[in-house]
């Protein structure tokens, strides 16, 4: 009990600096984007969704570097997406009594992180057949950095298209700011943001010594949630003000940067540029994010809006996976090897 309650402390202070400079962020992502004239989708996709992503980049980079876990990075990351798809537009449409979609969200950005989930798997795939290692009866994925340049190049893709979109649309005119102001605030706000997860992170590392449980169960759920906090700030003042599109877009821009940048960023800053990734766990959780994001793709699709009845169902479904992860930890179903 000694070392617990410290890591909890040291898990409600960092989600409330998350929270917090996520708020800031928010403000200072949305001014940019309308300074600079961007289409509302690419606001949220890239400008307000790479800025809010921060926290689960510096969760990969800390574990990595800091504690030499990357399975913690790695599942605090696939947690978060799989928060982020259903937990953040549910709580987003029930806050904005709905949340409206337009084409561009379903049609591009939520197939292209189909695409970016596809690629991650494919990458974790190639890291088993060209270096195969049995590791406890299971398989090791090992990915280097020539394997990390895949997921990056999508990335490349991703931005290309999204540029493309800006040089096509005609931006209204809007009320002039502060442009240097916005970005000091936006700086200040990651800095907050890196203290908050260092201390979500290092709270992960001691609940798996206090209580025995493996850290990429927290990664899972706790350091997922917290890091999730700025993406939930920005998608549900979006949708609060009426902007559907920019909600729904910060969190398909966010889970497409984490699968494709941040993972792919600690293998490349890691000594050597070689990590050994557990298969076994791995899998089964992108299985649960891409049945996540095709439930998600469902109920976004049908009549271009996420209602009370689609928003709650989304929220049940982020309750089941929170209820799977407790019975793998007890060991009442082993459907993840690595647990």
Request: aromatic share 8%; glycine share 10%.
């Given at each position: 009990?000694?070392?617990?309650?410290?890591?909890?402390?040291?898990?409600?202070?960092?989600?409330?600096?998350?929270?917090?400079?996520?708020?800031?962020?928010?403000?200072?992502?949305?001014?940019?984007?309308?300074?600079?004239?961007?289409?509302?989708?690419?606001?949220?996709?890239?400008?307000a969704a790479v800025g809010s992503s921060f926290p689960e980049l510096t969760s990969v980079v800390f574990?990595?570097?800091?504690?030499?876990?990357?399975?913690?990075?790695?599942?605090?990351?696939?947690?978060?997406?799989?928060?982020?798809?259903?937990?953040?537009?549910?709580?987003?449409?029930?806050?904005?009594?709905?949340?409206?979609?337009?084409?561009?969200?379903?049609?591009?950005?939520?197939?292209?992180?189909?695409?970016?989930?596809?690629?991650?798997?494919?990458?974790?795939?190639?890291?088993?057949?060209?270096?195969?290692?049995?590791?406890?009866?299971?398989?090791?994925?090992?990915?280097?950095?020539?394997?990390?340049?895949?997921?990056?190049?999508?990335?490349?893709?991703?931005?290309?298209?999204?540029?493309?979109?800006?040089?096509?649309?005609?931006?209204?005119?809007?009320?002039?700011?502060?442009?240097?102001?916005?970005?000091?605030?936006?700086?200040?706000?990651?800095?907050?943001?890196?203290?908050?997860?260092?201390?979500?992170?290092?709270?992960?590392?001691?609940?798996?010594?206090?209580?025995?449980?493996?850290?990429?169960?927290?990664?899972?759920?706790?350091?997922?949630?917290?890091?999730?906090?700025?993406?939930?700030?920005?998608?549900?003042?979006?949708?609060?003000?009426?902007?559907?599109?920019?909600?729904?877009?910060?969190?398909?821009?966010?889970?497409?940067?984490?699968?494709?940048?941040?993972?792919?960023?600690?293998?490349?800053?890691?000594?050597?540029?070689?990590?050994?990734?557990?298969?076994?766990?791995?899998?089964?959780?992108?299985?649960?994010?891409?049945?996540?994001?095709?439930?998600?793709?469902?109920?976004?699709?049908?009549?271009?809006?996420?209602?009370?009845?689609?928003?709650?169902?989304?929220?049940?479904?982020?309750?089941?996976?929170?209820?799977?992860?407790?019975?793998?930890?007890?060991?009442?179903?082993?459907?993840?090897?690595?647990?």
């Amino acid at each position: 009990m000694v070392s617990l309650l410290p890591a909890l402390g040291l898990v409600v202070v960092g989600t409330v600096i998350v929270w917090v400079a996520g708020g800031r962020l928010e403000s200072a992502s949305e001014r940019l984007g309308a300074h600079y004239g961007l289409p509302a989708v690419v606001q949220g996709a890239v400008i307000a969704a790479v800025g809010s992503s921060f926290p689960e980049l510096t969760s990969v980079v800390f574990s990595v570097l800091l504690y030499d876990n990357f399975d913690l990075g790695v599942g605090a990351i696939i947690g978060s997406a799989v928060f982020n798809i259903l937990v953040i537009p549910g709580w987003s449409a029930l806050r904005g009594r709905g949340l409206r979609a337009d084409r561009d969200v379903v049609y591009k950005e939520t197939q292209f992180y189909m695409l970016a989930v596809a690629v991650l798997l494919l990458t974790f795939s190639l890291g088993v057949i060209y270096v195969p290692q049995p590791v406890g009866g299971g398989l090791t994925s090992t990915l280097t950095r020539p394997l990390a340049i895949i997921p990056l190049a999508l990335y490349g893709v991703y931005l290309f298209i999204q540029a493309q979109d800006v040089s096509d649309y005609d931006a209204p005119e809007v009320d002039d700011v502060n442009a240097r102001r916005q970005w000091l605030l936006l700086i200040g706000s990651i800095l907050g943001i890196l203290v908050g997860v260092e201390a979500l992170v290092e709270a992960a590392v001691s609940l798996e010594a206090a209580l025995g449980v493996p850290s990429a169960i927290w990664g899972l759920t706790v350091v997922a949630a917290g890091t999730s906090l700025p993406d939930t700030v920005v998608s549900v003042r979006a949708a609060e003000a009426g902007r559907g599109p920019t909600s729904l877009a910060n969190v398909l821009g966010s889970n497409t940067f984490d699968l494709l940048v941040a993972i792919p960023v600690g293998v490349l800053l890691v000594p050597g540029g070689r990590i050994d990734l557990d298969f076994g766990t791995a899998v089964p959780m992108m299985g649960f994010l891409t049945i996540a994001t095709l439930g998600f793709l469902v109920v976004t699709r049908t009549d271009l809006e996420l209602d009370r009845s689609e928003a709650v169902a989304l929220l049940a479904m982020y309750g089941v996976f929170l209820l799977w992860m407790v019975m793998e930890t007890l060991g009442v179903t082993r459907l993840v090897p690595g647990v």
